[in-house]
Nanobody, 131 residues
Framework: VQLTESGGGSVQAAGSLRLSCTAH????????MGWFRQAPGKEREGVAS????????????VKGRFTISRDNAAAGLEQNTLFLQMDNLQPEDTAMYYC?????????????????????WGKGSEVTVSS
């Protein structure tokens, strides 16, 4: 499995960006998928996640502004794409955003994604928000 991310960039406050993460050769029907972010000098934190049970979770800091979604490939489960629509971006959203996946849906909890349970990681997309 390889995760390919795209969509980062620089915007002014109140702007929008959409991140994409394509999972190549994903052969599993169960999953936990989502996004972490890490700002300079800070620990990595979970942002949003969804799992194959239909559970969707957002961190309090992005709730109401970010939307996570997933698009299955028409050919089946071999390739599917995860999206993170980010609206009303603020300077505190500036960070490197990482897509991550696990084959176990239990690692997407109501409290967020269990970082140590992730099986695959993207290389990261940089998001910069200026005031």
């Amino acid at each position: 499995v390889q995760l390919t991310e795209s969509g980062g960039g620089s915007v002014q406050a109140a702007g929008s960006l959409r991140l994409s993460c394509t999972a190549h050769n994903w052969m599993y029907k169960t999953y936990c998928m989502g996004w972490f972010r890490q700002a300079p000098g800070k620990e990595r934190e979970g942002v949003a996640s969804l799992n194959s049970n239909g559970n969707i979770t957002y961190s309090d800091s992005v709730k109401g502004r970010f939307t996570i979604s997933r698009d299955n490939a028409a050919a089946g489960l071999e390739q599917n794409t995860l999206f993170l629509q980010m609206d009303n971006l603020q300077p505190e959203d500036t960070a490197m955003y990482y897509c991550a996946t696990s084959v176990l849906p239990i690692f997407c909890t109501d409290a967020g994604m269990f970082e140590l349970g992730m099986d695959y990681w993207g290389k990261g997309s940089e998001v910069t928000v200026s005031s």
